[in-house]
């Protein structure tokens, strides 16, 4: 079975600084997504940023970026220019990319907060 | 917004009720997905319905019941609520049946359910 280990439970950074979040994964598929989703307050889970594990080019949107480094199974996120918006739990996933619509697992997230 | 709507926002319920909760998907998607998310940890998945039938399940037992129905709206039933029930309980919509990851997973604002 696979699984996600988010290793900071909290984290802040100060506005307009740069913050990056960490996640690890164990997984014995060699194709896979991985997903950063964010959680503010409202409890809605939005999707950050989503990563295919057979591209090697690190996957980017406006100021959320990644690291991805698959023999290491590790898959950061960066933010930068933090703005207080930012300011919520973020959760790292897995999905398998085999047929059909398999489900997503998660990290047990990380609490961003972000610093005026 | 993702087009996903839950009802209702908040439950209140007693150790040994029943309970129901309901999940519209967004316009064009055929499958659900619902997650339990206990209070300071990530998601678990529960299980998918893919065109009204079951087609995973996560580790849950069969007390956790759900239905889909012809217009991709979906239930989440929980029969003999125990205190461990309490949770956010999330329905994600995407569209399959394809290459797993390929459709993103678009995520409801949750139900918060209480059971004492």
């Known amino acids: 079975a696979q699984t996600v280990t988010q290793s900071q439970p909290e984290m802040s950074v100060q506005e307009a600084e740069t913050v990056t979040l960490s996640c690890t994964y164990d997984t014995s598929e060699s194709d896979y997504y991985l997903f950063w989703y964010k959680q503010p307050p409202s409890r809605q889970m939005i999707l950050v940023i989503r990563q295919e594990a057979y591209k090697q080019q690190n996957a980017t949107e406006n100021r959320f970026s990644v690291n991805f480094q698959k023999a290491a199974k590790s898959f950061s996120l960066k933010i930068s220019d933090s703005q207080l918006g930012d300011a919520a739990m973020y959760f790292c996933a897995y999905r398998s990319a085999m047929a059909g619509n398999t489900p997503l697992v998660f990290g047990k997230g990380t609490r961003l907060s972000v610093i005026a | 917004e993702t087009g996903v709507t839950q009802s209702p926002t908040h439950l209140i319920k007693t150790r040994g009720q029943q309970v129901t909760l309901r999940c519209s998907s967004q316009?064009?998607?055929?499958?659900v997905s619902w997650y339990q998310q206990a209070l300071g940890q990530g998601p678990q998945f529960i299980f998918q319905y893919y065109r009204e039938e079951e087609n995973g399940r996560g580790n849950f037992p069969p007390r956790f019941s759900g239905l889909q129905f012809p217009n991709y709206s979906s239930e989440l039933n929980v029969n003999a609520l125990e205190l461990d029930d309490s949770a956010l309980y999330l329905c994600a919509s995407s569209l399959g049946w394809g290459r797993g990851g390929q459709e993103t997973q678009y995520f409801g604002p949750g139900t918060r359910l209480l059971v004492l």
């Open positions: 316009s064009g998607h055929n499958t």
